[in-house]
């Protein structure tokens, strides 16, 4: 059960990751275009200096190239610029682009595939090698899709055949989006950082803590 920040948005990365709880980073081209125009490269390796202060987390950055064999040279290109070990690539699913991660993954560089909506791109990217295998909850769910169904079914082939790919489910809009992810067998959620912040308040929580101390006030005094 992990939790990552799906940003790339240097600030918000180095907020969340002193918190302890958050212990991984996924990017994306959509991401990076919110932040102040910059070289690809130089962006990211600022995100990767900030990752490794607190560890060396995983880092997913992910390719910007539209056919298959750009994909792969584009991939190694930003391996070898970044040199870093936890460096993982992310490479969207598809026919073409399945054999761009089984030669990734023998290189070797960690893969991320991303953009999954069924079983079967889950689990034919685990089988061509990826490390990571993205699915996109809410996406799929508004889609009249079942997130939660397609991550119990992946997670039981995986259990029971012995793949070591973990689940990322991404696309993530409410609080309980990310307990029930996990509950259905999701290794890690990846999540904006608007979610966080919320995600740990309650108004019972404020009540209480505020009773405590006003209990404690009247008998200190």
């Given at each position: 059960?992990?939790?990552?920040?799906?940003?790339?948005?240097?600030?918000?990365?180095?907020?969340?990751l002193k918190k302890?709880?958050?212990?991984?980073?996924?990017?994306?081209?959509s991401l990076m275009s919110k932040e102040p125009k910059s070289d690809f490269i130089k962006h990211i390796k600022k995100i990767v200096k900030?990752?490794?202060?607190?560890?060396?987390?995983?880092?997913?950055?992910?390719?910007?190239?539209?056919?298959?064999?750009?994909?792969?040279?584009?991939?190694?290109?930003?391996?070898?610029?970044?040199?870093?070990?936890?460096?993982?690539?992310?490479?969207p699913v598809g026919y073409e682009e399945l054999e761009v991660v089984n030669k990734l993954s023998q290189y070797p560089i960690d893969v991320n595939v991303t953009c999954c909506f069924t079983e079967a791109q889950l689990e034919l990217s685990a089988l061509a090698g990826a490390?990571?295998?993205?699915?996109?909850?809410?996406?799929?769910?508004?889609?009249?899709?079942?997130?939660?169904?397609?991550?119990k079914n992946v997670r039981n082939n995986f259990d029971r055949n012995g793949i070591h790919s973990e689940i990322i489910v991404g696309s993530i809009r409410k609080d309980r989006d990310v307990v029930d992810s996990w509950a259905a067998g999701g290794h890690i959620v990846t999540a904006g950082y608007n979610l966080f912040p919320s995600i740990l308040?309650?108004?019972?929580?404020?009540?209480s803590v505020k009773g405590f101390l006003d209990d404690f006030k009247d008998w200190i005094m």
């Open positions: 059960m992990k939790f990552f920040i799906d940003t790339a948005n240097l600030e918000h990365i180095e907020e969340t302890g709880f958050v212990s991984g980073v996924t990017t994306n081209p900030v990752c490794e202060e607190y560890g060396e987390v995983p880092l997913s950055v992910e390719v910007f190239a539209e056919k298959a064999d750009d994909m792969y040279d584009q991939a190694i290109e930003i391996y070898e610029s970044l040199s870093y070990d936890n460096l993982n690539i992310k490479i490390r990571y295998v993205s699915l996109f909850y809410n996406r799929l769910l508004d889609s009249g899709g079942d997130p939660l169904k397609v991550l308040e309650h108004p019972l929580t404020d009540y």
